[in-house]
């Protein structure tokens, strides 16, 4: 096979691979009104339920962190898939909300459990060239996972039922363990295999050590507050008037995570070129701009928001996902955890303190609180600095 081939057919296996691995994450906020009905709740408390799968992303991220020296990648994220098909399909007869709650928290522990494997195999099986094509292939991989996601639980909701929307997307979950069973080889790790064994703390300490890798880690925290700040609470904003979209069209909406789709996997040739920071400025700005535009009483306007504040986030997401891969000169898994847990963390805090904001004081002061935590990552941006990867001038 040509080599261009083969890079094409490795970006598509490594992105189906996270769109199966993440699906679940944020699918459920297309059907955020629709849950808030059932289970006879305010917006925040079903907000904070819907993203408690971060609490366990956040936990499981931390947890491969600290063991993830004696974890065979291969086999991690096979299981982890395969586990994660239960408490979807458990969902689909959740009694009440904390039930519910316990459940998306559990299908977090799964998740981030691959996706942390997952980010660890790839830095430690491709070039330094190579990789930030290999994460940008990753984060296209969630990208598509929050478009198709959505219009596949906003669909089967509209048309079938919540229960139905559930066992649909354990369906996926499985079809995601088939994929890594057939795709992923079991292989030595081509940059650690000579590495000394150690404490985890102490690998943790060296990460923590590292100004580069501390702000990346605060960096991962405010973009998923950021993110889930806006699509979680923008869902109640356009069901109610004036803007007022029915179940469906809330699913259609979400066709504004597309141009990320396409945009995102620019992410690492940005890099190359351009650096870490400037390229992940240019994201905040681009994210930044969107905002003022979520408030405009105008379903276009706010449309258009979405879809830079999709583009800007994702980007940045990928340049410091990719980043954390190039700045960790050892234990890379480590590293991936650390970041990981820091990046859901921000999930479920961005949930939880934004939806009291909502619930207090509005839409206005949510999106302000967007921009707030926009502007603390880009102040962090100035330590995305590394000497394996020479910053632009």
């Known amino acids: 096979m040509p080599s261009s081939a083969a890079a094409l057919l490795r970006f598509i296996i490594i992105a189906v691979t996270a769109f199966l691995t993440l699906v679940d994450l944020f699918a459920t906020q ?4 629709e849950l808030t009905h059932h289970y006879g709740v305010s917006p925040a408390a079903m907000g904070t339920a819907v993203n408690a799968s971060t609490l366990g992303m956040a936990i499981a991220g931390l947890a491969v962190a600290y063991f993830s020296n004696a974890i065979d990648r291969r086999l991690g994220i096979l299981l ?41 195999y790839l830095g430690e099986h491709y070039s330094a060239a190579d990789s ?5 292939a990753y984060i296209t991989g969630n990208v598509a996972s929050n478009l198709v996601g959505r219009l596949l639980a906003a669909g089967v909701t509209d048309h079938f039922g919540l229960a139905s929307n559930f066992y649909f997307f354990a369906v996926l979950n499985l079809l995601g363990a088939v994929l890594v069973f057939s795709t992923v080889e079991k292989a030595p790790r081509m940059k650690e295999m000579r590495e000394k064994k150690r404490s985890p703390f102490a690998a943790w300490i060296d990460h923590l050590r ?11 925290f405010c973009i998923l507050f950021a993110f889930i700040g806006t699509f979680t609470y923008v869902n109640f904003v356009l ?27 620019l992410a690492g040739r940005a890099v190359r070129r351009f650096g870490t920071r400037p390229t992940f400025w240019a994201s905040i700005v681009v994210a930044g701009i969107g905002l003022p535009l979520l408030v405009v009483p105008n ?61 207090m004081f509005g839409w206005a ?14 102040l962090f941006a100035l330590s995305l600095k590394t000497p394996l990867a020479p910053e632009a001038a």
């Open 30 to 33: 297309a059907i955020l009104p």
């Open 210 to 220: 590292n100004p580069a890798l501390r702000a990346s880690f605060a960096i991962g």
């Open 365 to 378: 002061a949510t999106v302000a609180g967007v921009g707030v935590s926009l502007s603390v990552a880009a």
């Open 132 to 136: 930030a094509t290999a994460f940008a």
């Open 239 to 265: 069901v109610k008037p004036p803007l007022g979209v029915g179940m469906m069209t809330l699913g259609l909406i979400y066709f504004v995570f597309l141009p990320s789709i396409l945009t995102t996997p």
């Open 299 to 359: 379903l276009s306007a706010v449309l258009i928001g979405m879809v830079l504040v999709g583009v800007g986030t994702f980007f940045a997401q990928a340049c410091a996902t990719g980043f954390v891969g190039r700045a960790a000169t050892t234990d890379r898994g480590s590293a991936s955890g650390l970041y990981l847990g820091s990046y859901f963390f921000g999930g479920l805090i961005g949930s939880a303190v934004l939806g009291i904001i909502f619930d």
């Open 80 to 120: 982890s898939l395969a586990l994660l098909a239960i408490p979807t399909a458990l969902l689909a007869h959740a009694p009440d909300l904390t039930t519910f709650t316990a459940l998306r928290i559990v299908q977090g522990l799964c998740m981030a459990a691959a996706f942390t494997l997952t980010l660890a």
